[in-house]
């Protein structure tokens, strides 16, 4: 290890995002090429490196340096320099030369123990003085922490990230519980906090580190679908997680319950850890809907039964004895679920339910998870539909800093009846706020297709709705007439029944190609995307209608390969084109991308679809974008029809959009959702993003595509399941093209396996009425 | 749990409710009777694998081939591996060591799947011989009940009597590439009267492990010479690139 005391010259490179800086140093024998991490490398700042010299193949000799500290300038030279360097906000080369003027070796004394002084210089106010003595307050206090963590092998990075959050209490904080950075610093989880405190010597039996690490398990869980998990699991993997006995992992488990942390329940002969509010959405849930269920009703007055053949005749259909009996039950149940797939006129119902209701002068909410759903149900209806988020009133509260619901227990909906259509995608979370805002006495019709995947979010609720047998149902198994004319209706039901679908029926829309190997298949859905479905489907375009599915993210046939070839031969490198390389990514102008996170808090202003937007390399041609999502404002919170706000905040999970510009000077991207809604992405935000030509089945949940193309491979039996593939099927709705192995549909088909879920709404559900 | 204990309970309990990777209970609908942990952890071969011998390579390995078929020949013409042995050492242990003779039921699901449509590249499928005095201390040659089960399900013959096993061999494991080779030189032979069976035929045998190819390489040697038109192999579970297992 070398050390060299030198002064920053020239910056080749400095990544701002994770400091890495490549740089020109100069020290007394001359000058040399040092990289490694710096936070705000700015020439003109003295450091001393430790390192070692490398030979780059390409850049030559560098010494590349593994720790920095700052060396405080000393004499008015080199003090002017520092000050120049840009490093201290308010102070640029001239304000840095009129300070070493007045007060010469003295002046960084001084900017730290009485910046009041400097007012003496003529336009520098006693703010502007304080201001400076802040921020080179705030630079020494970085400086020195950046040295702390880094003898511990933490870089500059991380603890610039933690000087952000905990100030000058860094360090103190830290030492104390490191494991508080999970919460407190986005991009720390569970493991680099481990490590951190395994670095900093921290002892690994303390009860932050195994309190922290059940809840790090716990919610691994959660995050993939469950709301509880057995103890003895929990018990099993804590100990292999954090090493320790699982008798100590128990005993911090019983502190976290009486914290309020964690609920242990007997469920079902066998002892199970619930995070609190979990373990409290469930219950409500069952609450409430034993509530609705057992409110009373006002009866209704019309004749049904009149009704039913009246709108049977309208639509040209009749309807079945079981949707009749859906309809008929509907108006006598509090709480009412109708599922069925594609086909079965689920739509047909909701219709006959509305005009009932109309008829009877009963004031009807309509709703579904998503923005697109809603919208769909508005023009088959003609019945306004918005999202749940939107009926129940989300909004930012500034007290709570986050997201909240306006309507809940006390200031419920105003509606008589409700009804919520793709309930499949509702998760116990979401189940319970809108529970919890309707009226007793309000009917609740909820509809949906329980084979589809589950939700995303927690819970199996309507599956276990359905299970219970408690709540009153009707499973609509009978395809319609009109329906039977489409093959993917058709065989979606197929699948479903674990039979094989017919494929390539001459004139009709499901199809499949052979293609051996996951070379051959991804190379067949390149040339599809490419040439020959343009060529077939002349009226789509291929970037908005088409979408690739995959249930895989990694691999060939992953979606973070397949995107990357997409993109290649979709939107090709161009010089009229601005891109950005994030990662292993790159991002382009034109590109087609997904938001994967709930972002609250960035905004979006309204634009015109056609203005061409400033910034490097603005676009030159017009496919804009569209949200398959129906996208975040609008989908969770302005609902089908909130068209008319200039500006909002919010992108949500699965919105997809298209790049406007990229503007590699100010360092932003711009993204157009729904055509209209345009959102700057600052590059360090790029994480957010990931392109979206093929994504995978699980995020296209309660999506619909004109043209659904998908691989069949031999993919992990995980998740090479029926539902799987019943969803991925169902999101079509002129063509869906498969491309692959038969064999390997078949064994989809047969693999009905389901996912585990731990979820106890329906034990809660018969406990309930067990406990009456 | 004692080995014992394990064997007892397998008496007592049908074996498909328990994963064969971990011993969790696990219900009927699992697919090759892992729990969805197991499923999940296992390295399945999705992804980009070696092109001669089968092994999985990672997704940004540059190239085709794997190292060690990358500098030297092999007398097979093509390997399929299902796993990355790494992930499934403990299915492999109960199988091969343990006496649980009824995961070849998955093991050979794990295979038919492996080779969906390209099963039909074949005409008959064989297992590794093991040396019959062997065979008989052990009760059973782990490639054999795989075999077996894999040419039912995938409709090819099935022919356990024409590779042979001359002599006794060390086991593979611990020895190096060259001791590898110099252990099963002239082990294996088509058995007397049984050319026919070969001559002109695409064959695939069956193992359990790859991990150097020279048990492969010394087959698929015997039964070139002898007239088969190809030979590749399917395995359950292949090293990593560059790693002995």
Redesign the interface.
């Known amino acids: 290890m070398e050390e060299k005391i030198c002064t920053l010259t020239e910056i080749i490179y400095h990544n701002k995002e994770n400091c890495f800086t490549v740089g020109v140093f100069m020290e007394e024998e001359g000058e040399f090429t040092g990289t490694g991490y710096i936070p705000n490398a700015a020439r003109g700042r003295r450091f001393k490196l430790s390192g070692v010299w490398k030979e780059h193949n390409v850049y030559g000799r560098q010494f590349s340096f593994s720790s920095y500290s700052e060396e405080t300038p000393d004499t008015g030279e080199a003090i002017e320099l520092f000050l120049a360097s840009g490093a201290i906000k308010g102070v640029g080369r001239k304000t840095a030369q009129l300070i070493v003027g007045a007060f010469g070796d003295d002046a960084l004394r001084l900017m730290e123990e009485e910046p009041q002084r400097l007012t003496q210089i003529s336009g520098i106010g006693p703010k502007k003085a304080a201001m400076i003595g802040e921020s080179f307050r705030a630079h020494k206090e970085l400086a020195e922490i950046a040295l702390y963590f880094q003898q511990f092998g933490i870089n500059a990075r991380a603890a610039m990230k933690l000087y952000k959050v905990y100030g000058r209490e860094t360090i103190a904080a830290v030492n104390e519980n490191p494991y508080q950075l999970i919460d407190d610093v986005f991009g720390i989880g569970f493991k680099s906090a481990d490590r951190i405190a395994f670095r900093l010597g921290l002892d690994m039996n303390s009860k932050y580190r195994i309190k922290s690490g059940v809840n790090y398990l716990l919610w691994q869980y959660v995050n993939d679908g469950s709301t509880y998990v057995p103890q003895s699991i929990l018990l099993e993997q804590a100990g292999v997680l954090l090493d320790v006995p699982m008798e100590s992992v128990e005993e911090n488990i019983i502190e976290m319950v009486f914290e309020g942390v964690l609920r242990l329940e007997l469920l079902e002969g066998r002892k199970v850890v619930f995070p609190e509010a979990y373990y409290m959405a469930e219950q409500n849930v069952c609450k409430n809907l034993i509530r609705l269920e057992r409110a009373s009703l006002k009866p209704i007055q019309t004749d049904v039964e009149g009704r039913l053949s009246a709108s049977g005749r309208r639509a040209g259909l009749a309807l079945s004895e079981n949707q009749k009996y859906a309809v008929r039950e509907s108006m006598k149940n509090g709480v009412f679920v109708i599922t069925g797939g594609p086909g079965t006129g689920k739509t047909t119902i909701i219709n006959a339910i509305i005009n009932i209701l109309e008829n009877e002068g009963i004031e009807t909410g309509v709703a579904a998870p998503t923005g697109r759903a809603a919208k769909r149900i508005s023009e088959t209806t003609g019945h306004e539909a918005s999202t749940i988020h939107r009926m129940l009133e989300y909004y930012y509260s500034e007290n709570d800093e986050r997201m909240k619901f306006r309507r809940t227990g006390q200031n419920q909906l105003e509606y008589g009846a409700v009804i919520v259509d793709e309930a499949s995608m509702i998760d116990i979370m979401l189940m319970n706020a809108l529970l919890d805002a309707i009226p007793s006495g309000a009917r609740l019709i909820i509809v949906g297709d329980a084979d589809q995947l589950p939700s995303v979010g927690a819970g199996n609720v309507l599956r276990d709705m359905l299970s219970s047998e408690l709540i009153s149902s009707v499973r609509l198994t009978e395809i319609f007439r009109q329906a039977k004319e489409s093959m993917i209706v058709v065989n979606a039901h197929c699948i479903n029944n674990g039979e094989y679908p017919e494929l390539n029926k001459h004139g009709r829309d499901f199809f499949m190609l052979s293609r051996r190997g996951e070379r051959l298949i991804a190379d067949t859905i390149l040339e599809l995307c490419l040439s020959r479905l343009p060529k077939y489907y002349a009226d789509c375009d291929m970037l908005r209608d088409l979408q690739v599915l995959t249930p895989v993210r990694k691999g060939t046939l992953g979606s973070i390969n397949l995107n990357a070839e997409l993109q290649a031969v979709l939107n090709p490198p161009s010089e009229r084109l601005a891109e950005k390389a994030f990662g292993d990514k790159i991002f382009r102008v034109g590109d087609k991308v997904m938001q994967i996170k709930n972002n609250y808090g960035l905004e979006w202003r309204r634009g015109e679809a056609r203005t061409s937007m400033g910034g490097v390399g603005s676009t030159g041609d017009e496919r804009v974008g569209v949200g398959f999502r129906d996208g975040g404002a609008a989908d969770l919170l302005d609902g089908a029809e909130g068209e008319t706000e200039a500006e909002g905040e919010g992108v949500f999970n699965g919105d997809v959009g298209f790049i406007r510009a990229i503007d590699l000077e100010n360092g932003t991207l711009t993204v157009v959702f729904d055509d209209v809604r345009f959102v700057e992405y600052d590059f360090s935000q790029l994480d957010e993003l990931e392109l979206a030509y093929a994504v995978t089945v699980h995020k296209s949940q309660g999506s619909e595509f004109q043209l659904v193309l998908m691989p069949m491979y031999a993919f992990p039996p995980m998740l090479a399941t029926r539902n799987l593939l019943y969803t991925a099927v169902t999101r079509g709705k002129k063509a869906v093209i498969l491309v692959g192995s038969e064999y390997h549909l078949r064994a989809m088909i047969d693999n009905d396996h389901i996912k585990e879920r731990y979820s106890g709404l329906c034990s809660h559900l018969k406990e309930f009425l067990l406990n009456e | 749990m004692g080995a014992l204990t394990r064997k007892l309970l397998d008496l007592v309990f049908p074996p498909s409710i328990y994963c064969i990777s971990c011993g969790n209970l696990i219900d009927e609908?699992?697919?090759?009777s892992?729990c969805?942990k197991c499923?999940?952890e296992?390295k399945?071969?999705?992804?980009?694998t070696c092109e001669k011998c089968g092994r999985i390579l990672g997704?940004d390995y540059n190239g085709t081939l794997c190292g060690e078929c990358g500098q030297s020949a092999h007398a097979y013409e093509k390997g399929y591996a299902c796993l990355e042995y790494g992930s499934c050492r403990e299915v492999i242990h109960g199988f091969k060591y343990l006496g649980r003779m009824y995961y070849a039921e998955s093991i050979a699901q794990i295979m038919h799947?492996?080779l969906?449509?390209?099963a039909s590249e074949f005409d008959a499928v064989l297992p590794t011989p093991m040396y019959k005095p062997k065979e008989r201390k052990r009760g059973y040659n782990q490639a054999d009940l795989i075999g077996g089960l894999l040419a039912a399900k995938t409709g090819l013959d099935y022919d356990n009597d024409t590779l042979v096993r001359r002599r006794n061999t060390a086991p593979m494991s611990g020895l190096g590439k060259e001791a590898r080779e110099e252990n099963v030189r002239d082990a294996f032979a088509v058995a007397e009267g049984k050319a026919d069976a070969v001559r002109g035929k695409r064959l695939l045998i069956v193992d359990d492990i790859y991990t150097t190819g020279s048990t492969l390489d010394a087959c698929a040697k015997v039964l070139t010479d002898a007239g088969a038109k190809s030979v590749c192999f399917i395995v359950l579970a292949a090293g990593a690139s560059g790693a002995n297992v």
């Open positions: 609908t699992r697919v090759y892992l969805d499923a999940r296992f399945w071969a999705n992804g980009k997704d799947d492996r969906a449509e390209a």
